[in-house]
């Protein structure tokens, strides 16, 4: 079945920049499939990042977009978060993702891995 | 950008009872862009139901979703213990293409 795993620093210094991978396993990162990013914090919520397809293609959250990128590593079955700027307000719980085969929700997730930024 | 608004904040009910969660959106919602999730303390979210009707693979038949429009339910028929969690409506479209509602905590009276 299909897997996601998060992998990453859990703790970033403000100003910093945040650099997440999620390896997946049970599937082909270069399937005709959407793989996100998710964030999770008590105040605001599930906060979705942004996505991309293996084509390269990428979508992000206009609230979000100046500072994040999301890449794919094909050869290494794996894609990847960047997050510039990081503040206080950026730690979170931080879940990577796969569209459900149905579309237009997330089907597979990661089990999250926290990111804490303090000085 | 579309807000999903879901009610109530908590909901206390017991084994056996039925549960009727909400959620409402600011702007009409295409159904097949409605779905909901089960999350659960220390686990990432699950999907439940997609499509605002349709239960996702393996979910129980207990769960069901209706609505259209701006206003959408998840049902639980006959809450069994391990239905005790936090219950997220999500709809796609808009400049951020998931966005969430802010949760429905149903635990046990």
């Known amino acids: 079945q299909v897997q996601l795993q998060e992998s990453g620093p859990g703790l970033l210094k403000p100003s910093g920049t945040l650099s997440l991978t999620c390896a997946v396993s049970?599937?082909?990162?270069?399937?005709?499939?959407?793989w996100s990013w998710v964030r999770q914090t008590p105040g605001r919520g599930l906060e979705w990042i942004g996505e991309i397809h293996q084509s390269g293609n990428t979508n992000y959250n206009p609230s979000l977009k100046s500072r994040v990128t999301v890449s794919v590593d094909k050869s290494k079955n794996q894609f990847s978060l960047t997050l510039s700027s990081v503040t206080a307000a950026d730690t979170a719980l931080y879940y990577c993702?796969?569209?459900?085969?149905?579309?237009?929700?997330?089907?597979?997730w990661g089990q999250g891995t926290l990111v804490t930024v303090s000085s | 950008e579309i807000v999903l608004t879901q009610s109530p904040g908590t909901l206390s009910l017991s084994p056996g009872e039925r549960a009727t969660l909400s959620c409402r959106a600011s702007q009409s919602v295409s159904s097949n862009r409605l779905a909901w999730y089960q999350q659960k303390p220390g686990q990432a979210p699950r999907l439940l139901i997609y499509?605002?009707?349709s239960r996702a693979t393996g979910i129980p038949d207990r769960f069901s979703g209706s609505g259209s429009g701006t206003d959408f339910t998840l049902t639980i028929s006959r809450l069994e213990p391990e239905d005790f969690a936090v219950y997220y409506c999500?709809?796609?479209?808009?400049?951020?293409?998931?966005?969430f509602g802010q949760g429905t905590k149903l635990e046990i009276k």
């Open positions: 049970g599937d082909s990162i270069s399937n005709n499939n959407w």
């Open positions: 499509g605002a009707s």
């Open positions: 999500q709809q796609y479209g808009g400049s951020a293409l998931y966005t």
């Open positions: 993702a796969r569209e459900a085969s149905y579309g237009y929700s997330l089907g597979y």
